[in-house]
C-alpha cells in the first residue's frame, strides 16, 4: 500500500483532525518554499488538501482585476502548475487576511483599517479540517509575530486543537540561538514541534560547511527535535521551472511518514 492510500484511508474513515502549521525561526527563511513543496507531495496522492497563507503582507494590486494578489500563493500556484501530472485532487488554496503594506501583519492591518482575528483563523482551519481535508498552514513570519494588539502567533497555535507544528530555520550562523528560542518557547506552552526542516538560502562554502552541519546536529541535540529533512541550496531557483521544484521534491521526501503518522 502506497503512502498517498493510506493517508487517504485515514482521512476518509477519520478525517482530518490535527492541521500541519509552518512556521519559522523569523521572516525570509524559506517557509513558502517548504509548504509549496509539502504541497507538491500531497498533490500527488489521493486526498484532498486545502494550502493557507494565514496572513500575507507586502502584496501587489493586479491590474487586470484591481484585487489584491499574494506572493506567496502564486509560488504555491506555480509549484503545482510544474508538476509533470496534474494533482489528483486540485488543492484549496487560500489567504484569509491579504495586506498591502509590507510589514509586520498587526501593522499592515492597521494601516488599512482592519484587524486579524486568532478566532475566525482557528475557525477556518476547522473548517478545512471539517470538510475531510488535509490542512496545511504557513504562518507570518516567527512564533512572536503580532497578529493584532493583544495576540501573536503562539496565541493562535494555542487556540487551535493539537496542532502539527513544523519549524523551518534557515541553515546559517546564528540559527542555532534563533531555532532553540522558538522550540524552548514552543514547550513552555505545551506545544512539541514535529520536526525541524533547515532551508539553505545561501550558498555553502568551504569556509561554512563545517558549521551548517554542525547546525543540524546540534539543534536536534538540545533542542531535542529531529530535522526531518534539510533543503539544499538551489542557484538560480525559479519557482515558474519545474527544474528546482526537483530538488525541493527530493529534500521533502522524507517527511512522507512523518506527515501520515500525524494525519489522523
Not at 91 to 115: G, I, K
Not at 130 to 143: P, S, T, Y
Not at 172 to 185: D, E, P, Q, S, V
Request: proline share 6%.
Amino acid at each position: 500500500m502506497t503512502l498517498g492510500t493510506r493517508i487517504a484511508i485515514v482521512g476518509l474513515m477519520h478525517g482530518f483532525s490535527h492541521p500541519w502549521i509552518i512556521v519559522g525561526t523569523d521572516t525570509e527563511v524559506g517557509k513558502t518554499v517548504v509548504t509549496a513543496g509539502i504541497l507538491r507531495l500531497l498533490a500527488r496522492q489521493p486526498l484532498k488538501v486545502s494550502t493557507i497563507k494565514l496572513v500575507q503582507t507586502g502584496c501587489s494590486l493586479s491590474e487586470s482585476t484591481s484585487a489584491l494578489v499574494a506572493p506567496d500563493l502564486e509560488i504555491y500556484r506555480q509549484a503545482l502548475s510544474s508538476l509533470q501530472s496534474p494533482p489528483l485532487h486540485e488543492p484549496s488554496l487560500q489567504v484569509p487576511y491579504c495586506f498591502e503594506p509590507a510589514c509586520s501583519p498587526h501593522l499592515a492591518a492597521e494601516l488599512q483599517r482592519q484587524t486579524i482575528s486568532t478566532g475566525n483563523l482557528c475557525e477556518i482551519v476547522s473548517r478545512e479540517l471539517q470538510g475531510g481535508r488535509f490542512v496545511l498552514a504557513e504562518c507570518a513570519g516567527g512564533l512572536l509575530v503580532p497578529l493584532n494588539s493583544k495576540e501573536t502567533t503562539l496565541d493562535f497555535l494555542c487556540a487551535l486543537p493539537a496542532a502539527n507544528v513544523l519549524l523551518v530555520a534557515d541553515n546559517r550562523l546564528g540559527m542555532i540561538n534563533h531555532t532553540l528560542l522558538t522550540l524552548h518557547t514552543l514547550d513552555s506552552v505545551g506545544i512539541r514541534a514535529r520536526g525541524i526542516v533547515l532551508n539553505n538560502t545561501t550558498p555553502v562554502t568551504q569556509a561554512d560547511r563545517f558549521l551548517r552541519e554542525d547546525n543540524l546536529r546540534t539543534v536536534a541535540r538540545f533542542g531535542r527535535t529531529e530535522v526531518l529533512a534539510e533543503i539544499p541550496w538551489i542557484e538560480d531557483f525559479d519557482p515558474q521551472t519545474p527544474g528546482g521544484w526537483g530538488s525541493v521534491d527530493e529534500a521533502i521526501k522524507p517527511l512522507g511518514p512523518t506527515l501520515l503518522s500525524n494525519a489522523s
